[in-house]
């Protein structure tokens, strides 16, 4: 009956109030299996509800008790138990340590060696969520001996034992290089990347996360993963029916992407820049950040790889992102990814300037409501790109708008351009820049100051003079006092 009521919240305060722990420590050692069971149930779900109630299985030396079951009792015991260490050990790192300490993880681990996949993967789900808090408690689960017989659980036919064991992998893996060479050294790459295009949605997300932990520590990790051929095969994730799959996927490219130009090379070769946009595009928010990243390191390691990205129509997109999400997170990944491909050359930067991305990163970083990650990243994007920018159409808005720190780079670009081109001098005084600039009040001897007077110096002076503020003025007291002649 308790462990019927345990599975709702609503029932666990009233449960726990009337001393219930301390009633069912008893009935783990009944003499009726069955009772013993649904003791071992009643607890596991009391301590899954919440960390108080997952204390009190530790304060009540129930632990030890469990653990001497484990490797005693029958399945169905087993994996009652194995689901109440579970239960303990997900709270906090203090909480798995508790379960380390009672000697659980040898017990666990034989429990993975068991006949029946049940207590299998009531094993693996237990040692995944003590492995998961930290370095050390992943390592106390390898000590015991757990990797190797985790990568034959992902060889076994149950869909749910697969799952769970790439997951307890991933969980492993996610701490240090250290932890997820162990994993590699198991033999685990190949079989994880055989997978890839299994049709169970929940056991890809577990793969592909599997695979991104593994290489995202280092170049040598990395190339691992790439040698198990999970390109292009890997691709086709991203156009998945479900979500997690596409972001999965999109997390694991973007850390092999990171590490050096070749990867990044191999992964454009593959089309890989391509298929992560298309994936941007068809999804929204966290779904899509990975993806947004990945392009941002890809764009950053060099000219040709930035060009990769706008070829493939990635600038675009990028700037969607950085207009209609939501998220201030989303917005400053987006804002870096599009400073990284901006920042090469005067052909990068234009192909940006003319989403008409600028004023967008200009409003960001303006904004108070902008977060200060975001108001940064926009800041060092808006920089990046104006100071390769030669495209003047996208600068001259600039001049109106931007705050002093800004502005600088700005006039800094118009005193480079306007010297080499009569077209953009022309044009530059219609559209009223001129006179903008002559409105612009510089310390002297300043770089600012510098710059004004490169641009003052690509025209004749009478033309600098009357655009110069108060120059109409000036012309009225000479008509005030020119005395005409009369004959």
Same mark, same amino acid.
């Given at each position: 009956m308790v462990a019927e009521l345990a599975t709702r919240p609503q029932n666990i305060e009233t449960l726990q109030n009337a001393g219930v722990m301390s009633l069912l420590r008893p009935l783990l050692l009944d003499v009726v299996p069955t009772i013993q069971q649904t003791a071992a149930l009643a607890l596991g779900r009391l301590a899954n509800y919440n960390d108080d109630l997952a204390e009190a299985v530790v304060k009540g030396d129930i632990l030890p008790q469990l653990v001497y079951s484990l490797a005693e009792q029958n399945r169905f015991y087993k994996k009652a138990a194995a689901f109440v260490l579970r239960a303990v050990g997900k709270h906090s790192p203090q909480l798995a340590q508790a379960i380390v300490d009672c000697g659980a993880l040898d017990t666990l681990v034989i429990c993975l060696e068991d006949f029946d996949p049940g207590v299998k993967e009531a094993a693996a789900w237990a040692l995944g969520y003590i492995a998961r808090h930290n370095a050390e408690l992943s390592q106390a689960v390898v000590d015991a001996g757990a990797v190797p017989l985790l990568v034959l659980c992902i060889q076994e036919p149950e869909i749910a034992l697969k799952r769970i064991a790439a997951s307890t992998l991933s969980d492993i893996s996610k701490h240090s290089p250290e932890l997820a060479q162990t994993v590699v050294d198991a033999g685990a790459i190949a079989h994880l990347a055989q997978m890839i295009l299994s049709p169970d949605a929940k056991l890809k997300r577990q793969i592909l996360s599997a695979l991104s932990q593994i290489a995202k520590h280092s170049v040598d990790l990395a190339e691992m993963v790439v040698e198990a051929e999970i390109f292009p095969v890997v691709l086709t994730c991203l156009k998945d029916k479900d979500d997690y799959v596409k972001k999965n996927a999109s997390t694991l490219i973007r850390e092999i992407a990171k590490h050096t130009p070749e990867l990044a090379q191999l992964i454009v070769n593959a089309g890989g820049v391509a298929a992560v946009i298309d994936c941007v595009g068809s999804c929204k928010g966290n779904i899509r950040l990975p993806g947004i990243m990945m392009l941002g390191y890809v764009a950053a390691h060099s000219e040709n790889l930035a060009m990769a990205v706008i070829i493939s129509k990635g600038v675009p997109?990028?700037?969607?992102?950085?207009?209609?999400? /939501?998220?201030?997170?989303? %917005? !400053? !990944?987006?804002?870096?990814?599009?400073?990284?491909? #901006?920042?090469?050359?005067?052909?990068?930067?234009?192909?940006?300037?003319?989403?008409?991305?600028?004023?967008?990163?200009?409003?960001?970083?303006?904004? /108070?409501?902008?977060?200060?990650?975001?108001?940064?990243?926009?800041?060092?994007? +808006? %920089?990046? +790109?104006?100071?390769?920018?030669? $495209?003047?159409? !996208?600068?001259?808005?600039?001049?109106?708008?931007?705050?002093?720190?800004?502005?600088?780079?700005?006039? #800094?670009?118009?005193?480079?351009?306007?010297?080499?081109?009569?077209?953009?001098?022309?044009?530059?005084?219609?559209?009223? #820049?001129? %006179?903008?600039?002559?409105? =612009?009040? !510089?310390?002297?001897?300043?770089?600012?100051?510098?710059? +004004?007077?490169?641009?003052?110096?690509? $025209? /004749?002076?009478? =033309?600098?003079? *009357? *655009?110069? /503020?108060? *120059?109409?003025?000036?012309?009225?007291?000479?008509?005030?006092?020119?005395?005409?002649?009369?004959?």
């Open positions: 997109q990028l700037s969607v992102c950085l207009s209609e999400e /939501p998220e201030d997170h989303i %917005k !400053a !990944a987006a804002a870096w990814a599009l400073g990284q491909i #901006g920042r090469h050359t005067p052909e990068h930067a234009r192909a940006v300037a003319v989403t008409n991305t600028l004023p967008v990163l200009l409003s960001l970083y303006m904004s /108070p409501e902008s977060s200060e990650d975001l108001q940064v990243k926009s800041k060092k994007a +808006i %920089k990046s +790109i104006l100071q390769k920018c030669t $495209y003047l159409p !996208a600068l001259e808005p600039f001049l109106y708008d931007a705050p002093p720190n800004i502005l600088k780079h700005v006039v #800094g670009q118009f005193s480079k351009v306007l010297p080499h081109d009569s077209k953009a001098r022309r044009l530059f005084v219609t559209s009223g #820049g001129l %006179k903008k600039v002559q409105e =612009i009040k !510089a310390e002297p001897g300043s770089l600012l100051q510098e710059y +004004i007077n490169s641009i003052n110096n690509c $025209y /004749p002076e009478e =033309i600098v003079r *009357y *655009y110069s /503020p108060g *120059y109409s003025e000036t012309l009225l007291q000479r008509v005030d006092s020119y005395q005409p002649l009369i004959n």
